[in-house]
């Protein structure tokens, strides 16, 4: 008679397949990961909400937004670009310090090289000669370590942790110079362990350089630093040799 008296349900077993995907999407839908909208799937993502945020525009509303898209990404990227020029500028500050650095590390160097070739002397020939000279190259090494230090006080090392170790090196080297001087002057110091004192700064102070030169992306200002150290190197190793034949020689004039 076209009348509804009731409803049946025609069911089946599902299969173990049917039953996994089931309980998957269940849990995605627990999750929040996923929602049912208008009876379909969809994903809750930012990125997904993001993607989806167009569709909520009308035509007009999408024409004023594609329009001003071009101003907002060239906003963006000039934000972006400013942050990077920031860092460059940073990076290359700390750069010009680190070059600063090496630059009067190299002069202590030097000084210092100076300072023991003439005490050795002094010491070698007892007293009788190199006075001056000493003094002179005490004076100039005395200049260096205080522009050194100066250097140092202006840097914060937590922002060099490549060089920090090497540079506290170099400082527990030199903690006894005054010492050796006073020693030299009086004539107590010994010839030997006198020229392995200087030495020694001066090598972890060419440690610090070479090192430097390996945290600046200027492949050229790495080239430059390598080479110096280097140079400051061989330039020790001639020395020290020079101050041993100068020690002997002096020993031969005296007797």
Do not use: C
């Not at 650095?101 to 009788?128: C, F, P, V």
């Amino acid at each position: 008679k076209g009348e509804i008296v009731g409803y049946i349900s025609a069911r089946r077993q599902a299969t173990r397949e049917e039953i996994e995907a089931a309980e998957a999407a269940y849990a995605l839908l627990d999750s929040g990961k996923v929602s049912l909208h208008a009876g379909a799937p969809r994903s809750n993502s930012l990125w997904a909400k993001i993607k989806r945020i167009p569709n909520k525009f009308s035509v007009s509303q999408k024409l004023v937004l594609s329009a001003a898209l071009p101003v907002i990404l060239a906003f963006y990227f000039s934000i972006d670009s400013l942050v990077q020029a920031f860092h460059n500028e940073q990076r290359a500050e700390q750069i010009l310090q680190l070059n600063e650095l090496s630059a009067d590390l190299g002069k202590l160097t030097h000084n210092l090289q100076m300072e023991r070739s003439y005490g050795i002397g002094y010491l070698s020939s007892e007293g009788s000669r190199f006075k001056d000279e000493l003094d002179s190259s005490t004076a100039q090494s005395k200049l260096s370590y205080t522009k050194f230090n100066q250097a140092l006080s202006e840097m914060d090392l937590a922002d060099y942790p490549g060089i920090s170790t090497q540079i506290q090196a170099v400082q527990k080297a030199l903690k006894g110079l005054e010492d050796i001087r006073v020693q030299v002057s009086e004539l107590k110091a010994n010839e030997m362990q006198t020229g392995d004192f200087y030495s020694n700064i001066n090598y972890e102070s060419i440690k610090v350089i070479d090192k430097i030169a390996t945290l600046s992306n200027d492949a050229h200002l790495t080239t430059q630093l390598r080479n110096y150290a280097d140079f400051l190197h061989y330039k020790e190793l001639v020395a020290r040799e020079g101050t041993i034949i100068n020690s002997i020689l002096t020993i031969g004039e005296l007797y």
